[in-house]
């Protein structure tokens, strides 16, 4: 039996890493020894677990050159030839500039994709685990592709080339059934924080779920361990109907609303108790990464929140968009391992989005001699600057503790977009402030692969979210997909994904404040820790139902995203208009000369198809002359 122990055993977040995070006074050779990995492994990235995302040896040296002001020896010597493209950032935004700039130059264009982690698809992650002989996948970060009818014409395009049929997802996605078992979404409420250890059926509904309405709403809402008074008031706001701006002339509301937050507006206009203010703080971490103490009102309009239905505030964001069905095993890595595909043959085998779903990539044959397109992992760039000439790009970077240049005539930053004023010099000032007006919002996606799933059947639940004080407020079970060889786990016998999401909040700070604090402390938070809480949070949940996490926890895997969605101005007091097409990152994402940007942050817009369009965006800038 796999034990506590033995998953802690698979921490692999070293001491020195963490050194390094903190800013201790290494020199950069000391830093690139620390850094570098141990070499060429066998190992096949997406089945390690512990602490992946972003794992030792995949930001220390950009912690060094970004908060210590660190300078990392120049290549006096060029590797490789002069590429016609070289892409920072091997993400579903830098690997589809690679396709992009391919499909415009011809098959002979000469690409290098470098990306400092040992896998390649960012956020787009993919996990894997073996339980009882059964192959699990789940998504390490980037979950579904969002309203894929909605997509600009290049990134439907794309996926077309690709092979993905987003209509196939209709039949790949079981959507009955979750609610074929009467499993709902549940709210746990723990007893450190509320007295008492019960799960009850959500009146706030879900991804999957619809949540309940009538009599099953207020019977749920009766079985919160909350006074008669505060039932009465939550029963009312979720009841709806009542507009609580009704004496606020319509062209003030907007304004209104743009200027406080979610949890002020429960109190000050629906006359909410702290107790349910409480309740409804942490709902949409997964999406916000804080609470709504520190989101706007107005963004809460656009989320459909209990107590914003009746303002009057239609706009695009709350019209009805396409089912939320469109989702690889694997998540949005499915989108990148495609992407790999097309850009280096044979290094995942197959040709449609039904065989990708169980293909083993084939890390040796990312980057070989020889190959028009090659993918270098576990390098992080460190420097990028145009030759006297401005003829060509010379990009430094580090891979396993030595430094490296690589040329090319054309660049493509598709990196954290934070990181650009750092690596290139002739940023100009302006624009270097407008890059820094915005950071990167941080989480955890862990996925916890247990042996069966009959402790949520007999709790009735397959979603679970907690308003208590635990790390892990929201879980899931896996989505219901089966596509091609790969199987759902059906039966509550066996194995399955749980997913899980935790942010590391600092409640009392501006949203954006909380994501630079997070950041720090997400960084300093041992996979210990993590485990512990996990461990303890599921027995108090659902060992009344059966479950024991010593016996039934077979792996654990932390996605850890220091730098991970897009920055999306939703916070308090975000001027009118400012989103994906107004605002400071537009300034920030101009071409400087044979270089461009390219990644969701350019776009304002932590979305598959903001990736795609910065990619198509960047690749026809650097083309057009």
């Known amino acids: 039996m796999v034990t506590k122990r033995d998953i802690s055993r698979r921490d692999f977040l070293n001491g020195m890493a963490l050194c390094l995070a903190g800013g201790a006074a290494l020199s950069p050779a000391e830093i690139l020894a620390a850094s570098a990995p141990p070499g060429p492994s066998a190992t096949y990235p997406p089945g390690l677990t512990g602490m992946r995302g972003s794992h030792a040896g995949s930001f220390e040296v950009a912690h060094a050159l970004a908060r210590e002001g660190r300078k990392f020896p120049s290549a006096a010597m060029q590797t490789g030839p002069t590429y016609d493209l070289v892409v920072v950032g091997g993400g579903i935004s830098g690997l589809a500039a690679a396709r992009f700039y391919r499909d415009s130059y011809g098959p002979e264009a000469k690409i290098l994709v470098l990306d400092n982690h040992d896998d390649f698809g960012g956020h787009a992650k993919r996990n894997e685990f073996e339980v009882n002989g059964k192959t699990l996948v789940a998504y390490g970060g980037s979950q579904s592709l969002e309203n894929p009818s909605k997509y600009s014409a290049a990134a439907k395009q794309l996926l077309r080339d690709l092979s993905i049929d987003v209509q196939r997802f209709y039949r790949y996605y079981d959507r009955d059934f979750y609610a074929s078992r009467k499993l709902v979404d549940g709210l746990y409420f723990d007893r450190a924080t509320y007295g008492v250890d019960r799960i009850v059926p959500s009146p706030l509904g879900g991804i999957i779920n619809e949540p309940p309405t009538g009599e099953a709403l207020l019977a749920s809402v009766r079985q919160m361990p909350l006074p008669a008074a505060s039932q009465d008031a939550f029963g009312r706001l979720l009841a709806g109907g009542a507009d609580y701006l009704g004496d606020m002339p319509a062209a003030q509301r907007a304004p209104y609303l743009r ?224 596509m091609g060889d790969y199987r759902f786990s059906a039966d509550p016998g066996q194995p399955i994904v749980v997913s899980a999401w935790f942010a590391p909040t600092v409640p009392g700070l501006p949203a954006r404040e909380q994501y630079k604090a997070g950041r720090r402390r997400l960084y300093e938070m041992p996979f210990d820790d993590f485990e512990s809480n996990i461990y303890s949070h599921l027995d108090a949940m659902l060992g009344p139902h059966g479950f024991e996490a010593e016996r039934d926890i077979a792996a654990i895997t932390l996605n850890r995203w220091s730098h991970g969605y897009a920055y999306e101005y939703e916070e308090i007091g975000t001027p009118a208009g400012w989103g994906r097409n107004a605002g400071p990152h537009i300034a920030g994402r101009a071409r400087i000369g044979r270089i461009s940007i390219a990644n969701s942050d350019s776009e304002a817009y932590a979305y598959v198809d903001g990736a795609i369009d910065a990619a198509h965006r960047a690749v026809a800038e650097q083309l057009a002359d």
């Open 259 to 482: 200027s406080i937050s979610y949890n002020r507006f429960l109190a000050e206009r629906a006359g909410m108790p702290a107790d349910v203010i409480a309740i409804l703080q942490d709902s949409w971490l997964p999406i916000n990464g804080v609470g709504w103490e520190a989101i706007s009102a107005y963004d809460a309009t656009h989320y459909w929140l209990p107590g914003t239905w009746a303002l009057g505030l239609e706009d695009e964001a709350q019209q009805e968009g396409d089912p939320y069905i469109f989702h690889f095993p694997d998540g949005n890595a499915g989108v990148a391992r495609s992407l790999v595909r097309s850009l280096v043959p044979g290094a995942i085998p197959g040709s449609t989005m039904e065989d990708l779903v169980t293909a083993r990539a084939d890390y040796a044959m990312l980057d070989r001699d020889g190959q028009n397109v090659r993918i270098r992992l576990n390098s992080t760039a460190v420097n990028v600057a145009h030759t006297p000439d401005q003829k060509y790009v010379d990009v430094t970077y580090v891979n396993q503790g030595d430094v490296y240049r690589a040329r090319g005539r054309h660049v493509v930053l598709a990196c954290y977009n934070n990181m650009i004023p750092y690596l290139c010099d002739e940023l100009p000032a302006q624009q270097a402030e407008a890059i820094k007006s915005a950071t990167k919002v941080p989480f955890v996606l862990g996925n916890f692969a247990i042996r069966n799933w009959r402790a949520f059947e007999a709790a009735g639940v397959n979603t679970l979210y907690s308003p208590g004080n635990v790390y892990f407020k929201h879980l899931s079970l896996d989505f219901p997909v089966s």
